[in-house]
């Protein structure tokens, strides 16, 4: 079974320093990973997703993130942090026998002024 | 804005009752997913339509149902309610059947049950 482990609640950063949100995933095949944020009282909206190619992934926001298939993470990282980055941040994964995702349990980064 | 439409935004409720969910895909998208989001489940995939056939399932209680139409909008049916029930669900699209595509989410119906 595919699963995905964000290993932190919360995630504290000053505005202007470098973020990261921490994803592991476990799935039977090759992992589609993606990037969701969720502002208050809002859907989740699409960041970025990995498929195939380039370890780094580019996305929305100036967010980007790193594929490390040796150590099956995906974390989610952007080099100055806004305080309108502040969000819910969910990873999700699929693999390739299956349609659906599984989503992480999601982590609540805070940027402080 | 996603292009996904979901009605409506909040739903109060009594236990033992019946509640419709509705959802309109952005247009173009022929799948359509439901999640649930509640505090103690995170967020759970329930099932996914794709042009009208039921293609995927995931932790979908057999109280729920679901079915989407010719005009590719889709509801979710919730019968014989319990307070555990209470949550956001969620709809979201994609163009294809397969999970490579991102998904586009809706805002969400936020439901209560008394």
């Known amino acids: 079974a595919q699963s995905v482990a964000q290993p932190e609640d919360q995630v504290n950063v000053a505005e202007g320093n470098p973020l990261t949100v921490k994803c592991t995933y476990s799935?039977?095949?090759?992992?589609?990973l993606f990037w969701y944020v969720q502002y208050p009282n809002r859907g989740l909206q699409f960041l970025l997703k990995y498929i195939t190619g380039d370890n780094l992934v580019k996305g929305s926001y100036g967010f980007e993130a790193e594929f490390n298939k040796s150590q099956t993470s995906f974390h989610l990282k952007k080099p100055s942090a806004l305080v309108s980055d502040s969000a819910l941040y969910f990873c999700?994964?699929?693999?390739?026998?299956?349609?659906?995702?599984?989503f992480g349990s999601g982590t609540r980064l805070q940027v402080q002024p | 804005d996603s292009g996904v439409t979901q009605t409506p935004k909040h739903l109060i409720t009594a236990t033992g009752q019946r509640v419709t969910l509705r959802c309109s895909p952005r247009s173009g998208d022929l799948s359509v997913y439901w999640y649930q989001q509640s505090l103690d489940q995170g967020l759970q995939f329930l099932i996914q339509y794709y042009n009208g056939e039921e293609r995927a399932k995931g932790n979908i209680l057999e109280r729920f149902s679901a079915q989407q139409f010719p005009d590719l909008h889709s509801e979710l049916n919730l019968s014989s309610l319990e307070l555990g029930d209470s949550a956001l669900y969620f709809c979201?699209?994609?163009?294809?059947?397969?999970?490579?595509?991102?998904?586009?989410f809706g805002p969400g119906t936020r439901l209560t049950v008394l």
């Open positions: 979201a699209s994609s163009f294809g059947l397969a999970g490579d595509n991102e998904q586009f």
């Open positions: 999700a994964v699929r693999d390739t026998g299956r349609r659906a995702l599984t």
């Open positions: 799935v039977s095949g090759n992992p589609y």
